[in-house]
């Protein structure tokens, strides 16, 4: 059962660039967020989703674009990549209901924006 | 505005002594709080789900309380152990959405 995976693991991007930060989940679950973690700030909500075909704006979302055409696959996209988006991303997934609001994480890609 | 306020500052107990971590909040009213376990370099890890109805939850050597009347959550570990080193995370969940918001965290080091 591999739970959450996210790819790739560490990734150096130069300032303008454009990459995709891939999340799959095997457990079938409704729900699917992206996070950024920085030193002293916590988690952040990028973008989520209630389920295929539908995404929605967290707290940051500016800068990053996402798509839900399945379940399984949550992909982030970087259209310009800027050195305020160095961060570590994570991605997680949940049943997204009252009875079990627990999320399950991926293990992190760490972004570097030169 | 909505806050979630762990204390930033690491908590430093020797082993075998209970750790009490503490999360505030303001302008909340959660229907269930959350608390995370997140080691160096791995992405967070689920520990418990207490919700508004309940004062207490346990589950091994870790406990839950959860008041909503002081909008606080405290979270102890008894007989705690060096492997119990980590930075621990509260989540609430904002307004019926179900999508939960995390508290900055604190780290918990257990000296041998």
């Known amino acids: 059962n591999a739970g959450v995976t996210q790819t790739p693991k560490f990734q150096v991007l130069k300032t303008g660039q454009s990459m995709t930060l891939q999340c799959a989940q095997d457990?079938?679950?409704?729900?699917m967020s992206w996070y950024r973690q920085d030193p002293g700030m916590g988690l952040r909500l990028i973008h989520y989703?209630?389920?295929?075909?539908?995404?929605d704006q967290g707290e940051v979302p500016n800068g990053y674009n996402v798509s839900r055409s399945t379940t399984e696959d949550f992909p982030l996209r970087l259209l310009s990549a800027a050195p305020s988006q160095t961060s570590v991303y994570f991605c997680?997934?949940?049943?997204?209901?009252?009875?079990?609001?627990?999320?399950?994480f991926g293990e992190g890609s760490r972004l570097t924006v030169l | 505005s909505q806050k979630i306020e762990q204390n930033s500052e690491a908590l430093n107990i020797q082993e075998g002594k209970t750790a009490t971590l503490t999360c505030n909040y303001t302008n909340y009213s959660p229907a269930y709080l959350q608390w995370y376990r997140q080691d160096p370099g791995r992405g967070p890890v689920f520990l418990l789900l207490i919700r508004e109805n309940e004062k207490e939850k346990r589950k091994e050597r870790l406990k839950v309380t959860f008041d909503t009347t002081l909008k606080q959550s405290l979270f102890h570990i008894t007989a705690s152990q060096p492997a119990d080193s980590a930075t621990y995370l509260c989540?609430?969940?904002?307004?019926?959405?179900?999508?939960?918001?995390f508290g900055r965290g604190t780290s918990l080091i257990v000296h041998p």
């Open positions: 457990m079938n679950h409704e729900y």
């Open positions: 989540a609430l969940e904002a307004g019926g959405s179900y999508i939960p918001t």
């Open positions: 989703s209630v389920g295929a075909g539908i995404t």
């Open positions: 997680a997934s949940g049943y997204g209901t009252a009875n079990t609001g627990e999320l399950f």
